[in-house]
């Protein structure tokens, strides 16, 4: 099976009230983890590719390593532009076999956003590529911040249909107070999500798929682990799983993780050196994080995002 849009995929998560996984990376160890625990579990999946992953690892390679994952699990895959900046990156990627773009225009001035991402639309739809929008911006919402400064970071119910409608998009995400890496919330802060804001958009938007950034739930075991090991991220508080899986039964319909797969690659290491500290055969040690990943990953698709089972 060639690499697959997401357009299936999320009109089957919207009527089963579910949510597609998609997981940032950028080696082979990464993606082998994330894809063998997917076929494991039989889930469909989204592989999403940064703009600083792309110059780490080279689009090539990363194009060649999913087709490889494809060839070894035949599950349904769409290859993803994560936060694409400009419509010349976008184009690339759309020209190069990704099958899905992100335009993220959500700091621009919103007719500027809608500009853009109108540009990006009508060149992907014309390749048989997909588009998923920004509007709102991601940020870590802090408890002292302003209510009024905090608000202005949200997604704005009342553009999201206008937003759609003159771009063409195929997929929005949206802010409500999710935040990306892994200091989402202060210690004793409790972490709240603007479902609220979510649920007035499911009205505007009917039948339309939402995505989620920055939805890493941070596991405590693993920054225990990063910690006892030498690390120094004692604050790192994460999304709670029971919010993640309330906003996979919605019309959230891609969830996006990259924290999470970073910290257990980083802990799974780190212990690994603890213990074996004279070990300098670079498999010795990715082994077992690999191993790491498709242990958290599995437990994402059966326990939070509800996919498996369904490639
Ligand atoms: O949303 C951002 C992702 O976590 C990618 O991060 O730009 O460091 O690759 P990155
Ligand atoms: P996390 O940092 O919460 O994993 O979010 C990743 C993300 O949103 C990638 O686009
Ligand atoms: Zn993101």
Redesign the pocket.
Same mark, same amino acid.
């Given at each position: 099976m060639p690499l697959v849009t997401t357009t299936e995929m999320f009109k089957k998560a919207y009527e089963g009230g579910y949510a597609i996984g998609a997981f940032?990376v950028?080696n082979m160890e990464i993606i082998q983890g994330i894809t063998e625990a997917a076929q494991e579990v039989n889930a469909p999946l989204i592989l999403q590719v940064?703009?600083?992953?792309r110059a780490y690892a080279n689009h090539t390679y990363l194009v060649k390593l999913v087709e490889a994952a494809l060839q070894e699990t035949g599950l349904p895959i769409a290859l993803h532009l994560? /936060?694409g900046d400009s419509f010349e990156i976008c184009k690339q990627c759309i020209d190069g076999g990704f099958t899905s773009v992100m335009f993220d225009g959500s700091s621009l001035p919103y007719e500027e956003n809608i500009k853009i991402t109108r540009q990006v639309v009508e060149y992907a739809h014309a390749h048989g590529v997909v588009v998923e929008g920004e509007l709102g911006t991601l940020a870590g919402i802090e408890d002292d911040v302003q209510v009024d400064a905090a608000d202005a970071s949200y997604t704005k119910p009342e553009e999201v249909q206008d937003f759609v409608e003159r771009t063409g998009v195929d997929s929005l995400a949206i802010a409500i107070g999710t935040s990306?890496?892994a200091f989402k919330f202060k210690p004793g802060q409790n972490p709240q999500l603007r479902f609220d804001i979510l649920e007035d958009i499911e009205r505007r938007l009917p039948n339309f798929p939402i995505v989620l /950034?920055?939805a890493s739930s941070v596991p405590q075991d693993l920054v225990a682990k990063v910690n006892k090991f030498g690390g120094a991220m004692p604050d790192a508080i994460g999304i709670p799983e029971e919010m993640l899986r309330q906003a996979a039964k919605s019309a959230v319909c891609k969830i996006?993780i990259?924290?999470d797969l970073r910290l257990a690659m980083t802990a799974t290491i780190r212990e690994h050196f603890a213990e074996h500290p004279a070990d300098f055969d670079p498999r010795q040690y990715l082994k077992p994080a690999r191993a790491a990943i498709k242990e958290l990953v599995k437990h994402k698709l059966i326990n939070v995002l509800g996919c498996d089972g369904k490639a």
């Open positions: 940032n950028n940064s703009k600083g992953a994560d /936060h990306h890496g /950034h920055g996006n990259d924290s």
